[in-house]
């Protein structure tokens, strides 16, 4: 190169100086900027990301884009504050770091609760150094001095404090419900990390002593407690109530017919089986019918011993082996070979989702606070009516109003050990009532919400802590809120709520409505 040309721009010679100018200056903190009396606020809640790896170009996109309405807002006069943070992000996070064990050849199970814990955050922690150097380097105007983590203490007293006044409020419950396993990842889902792909499965239409009926799910059979009809459907009338004996690949079996408008007259032969422990909406109807819920496939995604000689099995394993024993039984009348149906994956590992029935914590997205009188759902919908949230673009109002009408309960128990432990203390088997507490006795509580471990006054049994985590987002559904409050001391007055929030419109149920429900 010819030395009378100037060297090519070499942004490391100029661009780490020039952010050391800014921080020096100190006004990315709103704190120091020189502001008229009575100038107003205005503030942004960086989205924050998540520590388990290094930015992408979203990332950039966000950082510029923010990072121009700061600058504007804050030459306006106005003061202005861009709060950066990180997120654990729990589950994700735990997916990331379960790879680099399987690459190490070790596996997450084999490793204590504390130790994962612990060689999670270190990960974490490492990452979350590396992404806000990339901050620095994108230029971004945040004030580093109120940077928060979610994993902060004082995030987790308010993330507890938020359940314990769910709770209080009957908007937290426990209940042993339907939920989305994935026997790969060992825990639980939410609705909306569980991906929908239509499959082609053969359709088996079975013998069931007098009846017929179809169903794809041969080996959930074992866990039958009813067969179901329409009570409209007058092919039907007569068994509508009673018991039927029916031949299985396990001898023959007695099962009640019972009449339920969830039935579709048109599906198949108008019967359907009825298996509550795993499909939800069976669980529903053996909900309505008081049935018995028999679990016939455990967290490994394989038949129990209630399966008999296929105990052991795994699904599709199973069903083909089902099939031709009943084939050879004459137990089978026809197979749709290319019956198309929905299936639900996991989001991550695309593992087929099995629905189980576990007591997990759940939020009532629909249901009547009985302290507050709030409905969760119900008022995000009213604020965004009200126009106190404005959407850009305007589409994406149509897609939450949708969502939200749709809204099921929010199943926010996960078995995993990276994340905020839930605060639940649950009562153990035995009671011991302490002297004169005799007459006591039943009275304890059997579920205390607390930070930590709990004392009963009637006895003195321990209470022992629930082992699940929160779901991630319920922590990042609180971040606009929890990020002011856990920071100075009038910044929660200054700036709640916040001016903008700019985001990616994938994550628009997932975050977006949640922090809409609890802020
Ligand atoms: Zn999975
Ligand atoms: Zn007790
Ligand atoms: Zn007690």
């Known amino acids: 190169m010819r030395d009378d040309f100037s060297k090519p721009y070499d942004p490391k010679d100029v661009e780490d100086k020039i952010y050391k100018i800014w921080e020096k200056s100190g006004y990315f903190n709103p704190d120091n900027l020189p502001l008229q009396k009575g100038s107003r606020s205005f503030c942004i809640i960086m989205p924050p990301p998540n520590a ?22 804050r030459m306006q006069g106005k003061r202005t504050l861009w709060l950066p943070g990180a997120d654990h992000a729990g589950f994700e996070t735990q997916v990331v770091f379960e790879k680099k064990l399987e690459k190490e050849g070790r596996n997450r199970f084999e490793i204590t609760r504390n130790e994962l814990y612990k060689e999670t955050l270190e990960f974490t922690l490492k990452n979350k150094k590396t992404t806000e150097d990339q901050l620095k380097k994108l230029g971004a105007s945040c004030d580093w001095s109120r940077e928060k983590f ?19 409020d009957g908007l937290v419950y426990r209940d042993a419900r339907p939920v989305n396993w994935c026997a790969k990842h060992q825990t639980s889902l939410s609705d909306l990390e569980v991906k929908y792909e239509e499959r082609k499965d053969p359709l088996y239409y079975i013998k069931y002593g007098p009846l017929i009926l179809a169903t794809v799910r041969l080996e959930t059979k074992f866990g039958d407690t009813a067969v179901a009809v329409n009570p409209k459907d007058e092919r039907y ?51 309505r019918h008081n049935l018995e819920i028999k679990e016939v496939i455990d967290k490994y995604g394989k038949l129990n011993e209630k399966a008999g000689q296929y105990a052991g099995m795994k699904i599709m394993e199973a069903r083909a082996k089902i099939a031709e024993d009943m084939k050879a039984k004459g137990l089978i009348e026809k197979i749709d070979e290319n019956y198309a149906h929905t299936v639900g994956h996991c989001y991550k590992c695309g593992n087929t989702i099995e629905p189980r029935v576990m007591p997990q914590w759940f939020v009532a997205v629909n249901k009547k606070g009985v302290k507050s009188g709030k409905i969760l759902a119900k008022d995000a919908v009213a604020e965004v009516k009200k126009g106190k949230i404005k959407f850009v673009s305007k589409r994406f109002e149509k897609i939450f109003f949708h969502w939200m009408k749709n809204i099921r ?19 153990e088997s035995q009671c011991t009532p302490r002297k004169n507490q005799e007459k006591n006795i039943g009275k304890c509580e059997q579920i205390i919400i607390s930070d930590t471990e709990p004392k009963c006054e009637f006895c003195d049994s321990k209470f022992i802590q629930d082992t699940d985590v929160f779901d991630t987002w319920f922590s990042s559904g609180q971040w606009p809120f929890a990020s002011l409050m856990a920071n100075k001391s009038n910044d929660f007055k200054n700036f709640y709520p916040t001016s903008i929030m700019e985001t990616g419109w994938d994550i628009l149920f997932f975050w977006i409505a949640r922090m809409i429900m609890l802020g």
């Open 150 to 168: 979610t994993l902060d203490p004082d995030i987790i007293q308010i993330v507890y404090k938020t359940f314990k006044k769910l709770y209080d």
């Open 237 to 287: 009338k007569e068994y509508i109530g009673k018991e039927i004996e029916i031949e299985t690949v396990a001898g023959r079996a007695k099962i009640k017919v019972i009449a339920d408008e969830y039935v579709d007259m048109k599906f198949g032969t108008g019967v359907v089986k009825i298996t509550p422990a795993h499909d939800p909406d069976d669980f529903e109807i053996g909900r």
């Open 409 to 427: 309960d929010w199943n926010i128990s996960r078995q995993i050990v990276w994340g905020i432990r839930i605060p639940a203390w649950f009562h």
């Open 52 to 73: 388990n790896g290094s930015l992408h170009l979203g990332h950039a996109v966000f950082v510029a884009l923010e990072d121009i309405m700061t600058r504007y807002q």
